[in-house]
Nanobody, 123 residues
Framework: QVQLVESGGGLVQTGGSLRLSCAAS????????MGWFRQAPGKEREFVAA????????YYADSVKGRFTISRDNAKNTVDLQMNSLKPEDTALYYCEADPTFHNIVIMTPRFWGQGTQVTVSS
């Protein structure tokens, strides 16, 4: 069992930056691929970023590539999402996800996910 708690969301102006963090409980963090997806009001869920169990591989949605960076610290059981050059279209509830399989993170069918943290980008 993995429990995930997101933090770091908030209100920021266009062009600004935020760093989201996801803290995971449980002894098996290192055996799970991790990632983030988001959902804006009235829209479908959208994959954002994924990172492999060891952190050596990352994968990003085209919409955030070059602006967002995912990282993890297996010693601290955390995964972060550094978001730069934010745009109003990045406004959404951001969820942390965990699954033993990297592919399941990318297609957003994780075994575990958190409650989400709100990111609002004003124009």
């Amino acid at each position: 069992q993995v429990q995930l708690v997101e933090s770091g969301g908030g209100l920021v102006q266009t062009g600004g930056s935020l760093r989201l963090s996801c803290a995971a409980s449980g002894p098996t963090f290192g055996s799970h691929a991790m990632g983030w997806f988001r959902q804006a009001p009235g829209k479908e869920r959208e994959f954002v970023a994924a990172i492999s169990r060891g952190g050596g591989s990352q994968y990003y949605a085209d919409s955030v590539k070059g602006r967002f960076t995912i990282s993890r610290d297996n010693a601290k059981n955390t995964v972060d999402l550094q978001m730069n050059s934010l745009k109003p279209e990045d406004t959404a509830l951001y969820y942390c996800e965990a699954d033993p399989t990297f592919h399941n993170i990318v297609i957003m069918t994780p075994r575990f996910w958190g409650q989400g943290t709100q990111v609002t980008v004003s124009s």
